[in-house]
């Protein structure tokens, strides 16, 4: 399998078993052939759990190593595992087809695969959602909808038109009809402010 040669540190603690257990680590952590030998076997459906199983090294160790170390190797690894998991799922549906297996299990089977596919390549796999962006959020909306409620006249209401504003250049009294006397102050002035502003 792997020449493995014990690097020794005088300055590891702990049992005889340990040390050993820990240079063997250091060991193969040094050596290229391992890594690559771990990604290869990663592309081909091989979990990380199973690989620091096999070499016994803790699981929270190798995991750490091998995703911070090679974390574009193994997500290139498990992009390939998804493909082939889609490869699966589509044999199996051809079984179904074919009266060779049964429909409950070939979809528990699928249901598996399509999650673990979905985790290794999402893009490809993943559930797309799509978030627009470009909107001004609720804030924005409601105050652009109380602009235009504000600058729009509700029927039978009145408007207040500055009287110094040029002819046609803005709302005319006639397109609201007449005024009440009761809308008017105490002066005999209508209210000057809009209900919404």
Known sequence: MYQITLIEEDTMTGS???RERKARWLALKADPAFAADCI?????????????????????????????????????????????????????AERVEAGELNPKAAQTASSIRQWLAARYDRETFGDKSSVDV????????????????????????????????????????SEYGKVDE????EDG??????PLL
Not at 182 to 185: N, S
């Open 134 to 173: 470009t909107h001004k959020g609720i804030v924005g909306l409601h105050l652009e909808a109380i602009r235009q409620l504000a600058n729009e006249p509700i029927d039978g209401e009145w408007a207040n038109v500055n009287d110094e504003m040029p002819a046609g250049g803005g709302l005319e009294r």
């Open 189 to 194: 002035h209508p209210l000057d402010c809009h």
């Open 40 to 92: 290869s076997r990663i592309a081909c459906g091989d979990s990380i759990r199973a690989l620091a199983a096999e070499n016994d090294i803790p699981i929270n160790t190798f995991w750490h190593w091998i995703t911070k170390e090679h974390g574009g190797a193994v997500a290139a690894a498990r992009k390939v595992v998804a493909a082939q998991l889609a490869d699966q799922m589509k044999e199996a």
């Open 182 to 185: 009761e809308d008017d102050d």
């Open 16 to 18: 005889p078993i340990k």
